[in-house]
């Protein structure tokens, strides 16, 4: 799916994107990798489990693991509220649910509008961020979905 | 019979018969008391013993049993069986040999040999081993309790070993010789009968193995755990018993407590006696087949120590042992107080009998001696002779009454020969004395007369108004004190009446003065009246201020009244405002709360946009049309989660308005009732107003009534101003006609005066009349009241007082005289 993903970016020239904060900070994921988008329930905690993964939650009847997507990506972690939102994705055939602060939009970028990320960090820190989208005032961090949860898969599966 | 002789032979009768009567019967009474008290001491002495006795008893028995369990026992008894065994067939005559015939020590002293084994003995004896071990240890315990002798005994009846040695150590207890006395009786009991948890006791029997002497043997069998392995016996200590018997204490000299066996003979040695009357001195009485039981019996006991006793009896049963316990006391002994007694009464009784018949003869002596003496006196008065003596006229009793008897009679013989005499001697001096008095009588008749006629013509002169009449001539002596009464009363006269004319002139003179009073007395009465009027007319003045201020108050009161039900309602009208207020804020808040709902309404309906956004972008080129409603909806969710936020805002901006709008609702609230505050401290003091002007009205209602008394007492004064100007009249027209009385009169060195008389000059009056503003009608005499006339006139003071009451109301002028007062006409 990823591909086709990019395939219809390369395509198009268009990128449709689905927008949302964490603290004050933007961040995007593509939207043909979204599955669903609720609001946020409580989930049940898995023991040992990292401190990013708040646990697991039931989506009609399918049990998903639920990533605080602030811990993920290095940021203070989230107090959910009633307005926090849970991104449901399909990352690699797998549902997982990202827990962020507000989904704020549903946008369209020009691919060309996209920009690579500076080269300034380590390669597997640098892989997270895919580009970076300046859209009005705000720049948007346009977030690798695989790429982050290469590795939290691994911690799925330990 | 003389009286002398019967008084004392009846005074002895009397005694005699008196004390006897009392004598037998407190002698009765004593003895009987008497008696009781031994009995009752014997039998809390039988009863003691009796107690004492079987204590004793019971602790014997406790000490042999106890002494059974001593494993001591057990192990020397098993010692000398053990020993006894080696002895072979021979061990009678060889320890008999060893401990009795060879013994240094003498029969009863035996005990103190502790072995046989001598230190030069080339062949030890383990007997004499054993009996060198035990012997010191049983013979301690043997003598520390008292017994007479310990035995220990094999199950074979053999005495294998004794503290005391007699001829019954080493010797069998069912050999003929041992079977039928004491020690082998109980060896038999205990034995036969298998007794093991208790004593066996034998009675006291004579012992043959100890020459005879009385003895009582008690057993117990010594058990081990295979049963029953021999009997230790010991002798029944006598000495014990005897100390407890011995103790007479309370029984006097021959009293004692015995101990009998069920035969009768003594088992307890007497302490009385010199010689052992154990078993051998006997008492035959039913007294002791009746104490069988433990009930204590009293009777005679004959016979005993050659004594006629006293004696109580109680039983005392132990172990088979039927024992009596006794006390006595010699009867002798016991009525040696009854005798004493006796003796004494019959002595006393002797004394009483001599100093009855001694009183009885003296008595009757006193009496008869002055009955003869006054017998003798009696006959002489009889015969005439009135000297005789009388002695006993003091004595109360009766022979005292006869002898006064007799001296009236006496003294009665003296009088009437004395009265004879004094009669004759006075009717010749009475004849004498009549002779004198006529001639004088004569002699002063003549000389009266004179002095009647010169007292006649005085008076005579006297009458016509001469007060210079003397009288000079002397009349007789008894008389001559009138002529000179005659003359001072005369001269007297004269000298009154001198004095009665100067008077009158000094009174002229004194009327005049009066008048003057008069006058000054009524102007002042009328400028009180004037100023009376001024009064009345301030307090006109004052009344009406009064009365208006008064009505101010009321006034004022009405006003606050009303002001501080404006405060009241205007309270209510807060207390609404806050109220609503306070409904305002509830319903922003239900507003607040469907606001919330629309809120979450709109973030759900987001999420739906963006979910069917996201499903639209998946659909691809298909779901472009739909993205685009997504998108719409997701912007009108946006609008109305902006617009619930705006709602939401302004709603709480209200809320903080109606607060401070409470908060400003509530201060006027708290200002009204400052005002309601104050205003009730005004009326307060409004109401203390009106109050003082009460008071001043009341004030005014007094002065009222004070200056009314001032008119009455003004009224008065002005009454009394007349009475005085009439008196004074009467006072000049009395001293006028007083003169001319008095000339009449033809006096000595005459100093006649003329009094003016004015008889007709009413001036004074008639001024204080004209000026008197008070009307007067009945004027004395002369006074005319003709200016003033007959018309009432108004008292200033009284209009003033009808002025006050008017401005003070109905209520005021509701005294009835105030009115009918008007008219002066009634003073």
Not at chain 1, 81 to 90: F, G, L, P, Y
Not at chain 2, 8 to 29: D, E, F, R
Not at chain 2, 357 to 370: G, L
Not at chain 2, 433 to 459: C, I, N, P
Request: hydrophobic share 40%.
């Amino acid at each position: 799916m990823q591909e086709t993903a990019n395939n219809n970016v390369a395509n198009s020239g268009y990128l449709e994107i689905i927008s949302f904060h964490l603290g004050k900070q933007v961040f995007c994921v593509n939207i043909m990798s979204v599955r669903e988008i609720r609001g946020w329930a409580p989930s049940t905690t898995l023991p040992h489990s990292p401190p990013h993964v708040l646990g697991v939650i039931n989506l009609r009847g399918s049990v998903i693991p639920v990533i605080d997507m602030a811990i993920r990506l290095g940021l203070p972690a989230i107090k959910p509220t009633e307005r926090s939102a849970i991104i449901v994705t399909n990352i690699a055939g797998k549902l997982v649910g990202l827990l962020v602060e507000n989904v704020s939009d549903m946008i369209t970028v020009n691919n060309a509008d996209l920009q690579p990320a500076p080269d300034v960090l380590p390669a597997a820190e640098r892989a997270l961020t895919k580009a970076i989208i300046p859209v009005d005032q705000q720049m948007i961090c346009y977030l690798d979905l695989d790429a982050l949860f290469s590795t939290a898969d691994d911690d799925l599966a330990a | 019979m003389l009286i002398s002789r019967k008084l004392p032979l009846a005074a002895a009768l009397l005694t005699v018969v008196s004390i006897g009567v009392a004598s037998v019967v407190s002698l009765q009474i004593g003895s009987s008391a008497v008696n009781e008290k031994i009995t009752e001491k014997l039998e809390a002495v039988v009863d003691g013993r009796r107690n004492q006795l079987e204590t004793f008893l019971a602790n014997l028995q406790q000490d042999l049993t106890a002494t059974s369990q001593n494993n001591l026992m057990r192990i020397a008894l098993e010692g000398f069986k053990y020993d006894w065994g080696f002895l072979g067939a021979d061990v009678t005559p060889e320890l008999k040999r060893r401990y009795i015939t060879e013994n240094p020590f003498p029969e009863g002293e035996r005990q103190k040999y502790d072995t046989a084994q001598k230190p030069d003995d080339a062949k030890i004896s383990s007997y004499d081993q054993s009996h060198e071990r035990y012997h010191p240890q049983l013979r301690e315990m043997a003598e520390s309790r008292g017994w007479e002798d310990f035995f220990l005994v094999d199950m074979n009846g053999n005495v294998i070993y004794s503290v005391n040695k007699h001829d019954d150590y080493a010797g069998n207890l069912r050999s003929d010789a041992l079977k039928n006395t004491g020690i082998g009786k109980v060896f038999e009991g205990i034995l036969g009968n298998e007794v093991t948890d208790r004593t066996v006791f034998a009675d006291y029997a004579a012992y043959p193995a100890d020459n005879g002497k009385p003895a009582a043997f008690m057993g117990h069998a010594l058990n081990s755990q295979m049963g029953m392995v021999g009997v230790i016996i010991i002798r029944v200590p006598s000495g014990k018993i005897a100390d407890i018997m011995s103790n007479t204490a309370g029984l006097g000299e021959t009293g004692e407590t015995i101990l009998l066996n069920s035969d009768g003979y003594l088992i307890s040695d007497s302490i009385r006696t010199a010689d052992n009357d154990m078993l051998t001195v006997k008492i035959d009485s039913d007294l002791q087949e009746n104490a069988a039981g433990s009930a204590v019996v009293v009777g005679d006991l004959a016979g005993y120590r050659n004594m006629d006793a006293s004696a109580a009896m109680t039983g005392v049963k132990f172990d088979g042992a039927d024992w009596t316990v006794a006390a006595l006391i010699d009867k002798s002994e016991a009525g040696a107080s009854m005798v004493m007694m006796r003796n004494a009464i019959l002595g006393l009784s002797l004394l009483l009998l001599l100093g009855a018949i001694a009183v009885s003869t003296w008595f009757s002596r006193s009496m008869t001696k002055p009955i003869e003496a006054l017998v003798e006196n009696m006959r002489r008065l009889a015969e005439g002779d009135t000297s005789i003596e009388l002695a006993g006229e003091k004595r109360k009793d009766e022979i005292g009454e006869m002898v006064r008897s007799v001296a009236v009679f006496r003294n009665a013989a003296i009088e009437k020969v004395a009265l004879e005499r004094e009669a004759d001697e006075t009717r010749s001096q009475t004849e004498k004395r009549r002779h004198d008095r006529e001639a004088a009588k004569a002699e002063e008749t003549a000389l009266m007369q004179q002095a009647v006629d010169s007292l006649a013509d005085g008076l005579h002169k006297l009458s016509e108004g001469d007060l210079t009449i003397r009288l000079e001539r002397p009349f007789i002596e008894s008389l001559d004190r009138l002529r000179v009464d005659f003359n001072a009363s005369v001269e007297k006269l004269n000298a009154t009446l001198s004095d009665v004319s100067e008077n009158i002139m000094g009174i002229n003179g004194d009327t005049g003065e009066l008048r003057a009073a008069a006058d000054d007395l009524s102007r002042r009465t009328e400028q009180q009246a004037a100023s009376l009027e001024e009064t009345s007319a301030a307090l006109d003045e004052i009344t009406a201020t009064v009365k208006s201020s008064s009505q101010r108050a009321d006034e004022a009161t009405t006003r606050v009244a009303e002001a501080k039900q404006s405060t009241d309602s205007s309270s209510k009208v807060v207390a609404e405002a806050i109220s609503a207020m306070g409904r305002i804020e509830d319903a922003s808040m239900e507003i607040s709360k469907i606001i919330n709902v629309i809120d979450e309404i709109a973030f759900q309906t987001n999420l739906l946009a963006l979910n069917a956004g996201v499903e639209a972008a998946r659909a691809g080129e298909a779901g472009k049309g739909f993205a685009v409603v997504a998108q719409e909806v997701r912007e009108l969710a946006q609008r109305s989660a902006t617009a619930a936020k705006d709602i939401k805002g302004l709603i709480n901006k209200s809320g903080e308005e109606v607060k401070s709008g409470v908060t400003l609702v509530r201060e006027t609230g708290d200002a009204l009732g400052m005002i309601a505050n104050h205003v009730n401290a005004i009326n307060d003091q409004i109401n203390s107003i009106a109050t003082a002007a009460r008071e001043q009205a009341g004030g005014l209602t007094e002065i009222n009534s004070a200056v009314n008394q001032m008119d009455q007492v003004t009224q008065q004064n002005a009454a009394m101003v007349e009475e005085t100007t009439a008196v004074t009249h009467r006072l000049t027209s009395g001293a006028a006609s007083l003169e001319s009385l008095v000339r009449q009169f033809n006096l000595t060195g005459s100093r006649h005066v003329s009094v003016p008389v004015q008889a007709a000059m009413p001036g004074p009056a008639h001024k204080t009349a004209a000026s008197n503003p008070v009307g007067r009608s009945k004027g004395p005499t002369g006074v005319s009241a003709s200016t003033a006339g007959s018309r009432p006139v108004q008292s200033p003071a009284r209009n003033m007082l009808n002025t006050v009451a008017r401005a003070f109301g109905a209520g005021k002028s509701n005294n009835p005289t105030a009115a009918s007062q008007d008219d002066w006409e009634e003073f």
